[in-house]
């Protein structure tokens, strides 16, 4: 491939990728495959500048279309984890931008660790900030949650802020725009300013003088407006076929106590004002953010216009939503409040703190959540997806017991006592299970359902039956010798040392027609092997033949959460 036919390939990826190419990205790949290039850099660039500029106009399916003729090689894309466009070694910064209204799940996993992700792998940072300024949904608890989660995450955060502590400064650049003729207090009526809105009709407010608006703004401050009846809003275009740049809020009345500021405020700045202007003033040069906020881009870089404030370079990406899951405050909520849940943790929810509980490791999420990348293509996986990760990453190292789901007990006749030592992983040396074995045994029914009279089957890692007599309430079998090991190898108790398990299989929540499914949590009983008692709360093991297990509690009766 000759230079221009490579720089056409990754001009095409970018505007794929992020729907505009970038001069700047492309040279980046280009000089990393002809390192010769950067000699003669001004002459490539040119050579960049007129292809992107020819590709920035092509539309999507063309770019599509175009892009398939080409292959990209794994080894690129392994140098860095996620790639940001005109992204320099050292100087990338990202954020973390949470609102503490609610307890985070995976859908805020993704938007973490591509920021958290994208930061590392150019050595720069990423900033953690909790974006708190609507003082009725926000709570300690919930900031506390998401720190927990975030830990537990393994994320690093360079600085922490709030950005209700930047609330005066706000305010400041709130009356900059005011000045500027390019904000106005509105009174008119919530369903007045909808409707206008619809109608693209501009209100009388829209006209009044900087020092009318200047006044109001300052009763505004002094408390004097209610709730509802005074907002400052950005002067857009009515006309906009954008409704985003219909007149959108800049401030509004909340007289409710916050849960940091208290009763210090009573006018809150909306998200569309504080994100540009805190991305910006706050060092941020990657801001990512998912694809509904598309639209309010243009609002974004507006305000930076109007206050003269360096440009982030933002990125949407498509959110992550799960097949017959509730990846959504207005599906968790109810669920939690109504108890079809056992709480924000229960192992069934798909928020982390129910994640942990079901054992899944931090690693396998991580894993998941990035194979989606910055890609905007909206897909809906399931958990299985997450579950797989998440025993390929349990297989090395987790211990191994017996379970026996549903008991049925077996008699092999000629069964001598004996103390016998096994493994707790395939890879160990050494054997420190410990059965004391003798004649009477527990299987599980699933096995002993289909075993017939006559059949030799396999007591894992203890010897070979043949079975003799079978009825209701047990099998009867005696100790063979065989050339051939049997097909069915099964685990076993010794009757004498056993102990009640209960292991919780969580479901999915909801049906296929989004209704909460009845039957999402359901009980496997029966009993497991002693040794378990040296577990600890929290330890993911396996039962052999049956799967992945978090234990969840030690009573008298042990009780684990199925994980995989
Ligand atoms: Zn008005």
């Not at 955060?157 to 500027?180: A, N, V």
């Not at 703190?353 to 396998?364: Q, W, Y």
């Not at 997450?386 to 190292?397: A, G, T």
């Amino acid at each position: 491939m000759d230079i221009e036919e490579v720089i056409r390939k990754y001009a095409l990826k970018n505007a794929y990728d992020y729907g505009k190419a970038s001069p700047g990205a492309v040279a980046g790949k280009v000089v990393a495959e002809f390192p010769e290039a950067k000699s003669k850099i001004k002459e490539i660039m040119q050579k960049i500048n007129k292809i992107v500029d020819e590709i920035n106009r092509m539309k999507k399916p063309e770019i599509e279309k175009e892009l398939a003729k080409y292959s990209f090689e794994k080894k690129e894309e392994k140098k860095k984890t996620i790639v940001l466009p005109d992204a320099a070694e050292g100087a990338v910064v990202t954020r973390f931008p949470p609102e503490p209204n609610g307890h985070p799940h995976i859908g805020h996993a993704k938007a973490v660790f591509l920021d958290y992700e994208s930061a590392k792998s150019y050595n720069g940072k990423m900033l953690l900030r909790f974006d708190d300024t609507n003082p009725k949904k926000e709570k300690q608890e919930y900031v506390d949650a998401i720190k927990e989660s975030l830990k537990w995450l393994g994320i690093e955060w360079e600085k922490e802020t709030y950005t209700s502590d930047y609330i005066p400064i706000l305010y400041g650049f709130g009356e900059k725009l005011i000045s500027l003729g390019k904000a106005y207090v509105c009174l008119c009526e919530q369903d007045e300013i909808k409707e206008n809105r619809r109608r693209m009709k501009e209100c009388a407010h829209r006209k009044q003088s900087v020092q009318k608006n200047t006044e109001l703004w300052k009763e505004m401050l002094a408390g004097k407006f209610e709730e509802g009846e005074a907002i400052l809003r950005y002067k857009g275009d009515m006309g906009a076929a954008n409704t985003v740049m219909r007149d959108p809020t800049l401030f509004r009345v909340i007289k409710w106590q916050h849960y940091m500021q208290k009763n210090k405020y009573t006018v809150w700045p909306s998200y569309d004002f504080e994100a540009p202007i805190l991305d910006s003033i706050e060092g941020v040069t990657h801001a990512m953010r998912s694809k509904e906020y598309e639209l309010r881009e243009a609002i974004y870089y507006a305000i930076l216009n109007d206050l003269e404030l360096r440009k982030p370079i933002l990125i949407h990406f498509a959110r992550l939503s799960i097949k017959n899951a509730p990846i959504s405050k207005r599906l968790l909520i109810p669920l939690v409040l109504e108890k079809k849940v056992l709480g924000w943790d229960d192992p069934r929810l798909p928020t982390l703190a129910g994640l942990k509980k079901r054992g899944i490791l931090p690693e396998a999420i991580k894993n998941f959540v990035l194979r989606f990348g910055l890609g905007k293509a909206e897909s809906e996986p399931g958990w299985e997806i997450l579950l797989s990760e998440n025993r390929k990453l349990l297989d090395p190292s987790a211990k191994r017991f017996f379970f026996v789901k549903n008991p049925v007990l077996l008699e092999v006749e000629n069964s001598k006592p004996q103390t016998i030592l096994l493994k707790e992983h395939p890879n160990l040396e050494k054997r420190t299970r410990v059965f004391n074995v003798s004649n009477q045994f527990y299987i599980q029914h699933d096995d002993a359902k289909n075993i017939k009279i006559g059949e030799k089957i396999r007591l894992k890692d203890l010897f070979n039956i043949e079975v003799v007599e079978k009825n209701k309430e047990k099998l009867k079998a005696k100790v063979v010798e065989t050339t051939e090991m049997p097909q069915l190898k099964i685990q076993w108790l010794p009757k004498a040392e056993v102990m009640p398990c209960r292991v919780f299989v969580p479901g999915d929540l909801l049906t296929e027609d989004g209704k909460y499914n009845k039957k999402s949590l359901t009980v496997d009983e029966g009993y497991c092997e002693k040794n378990v008692e040296a577990l600890s709360v929290g330890d993911v093991i396996q039962f052999e033949r049956y799967g992945f297990c978090r234990l969840d509690k030690k009573r008298k009766e042990i009780e684990f959460i199925y994980s995989c």
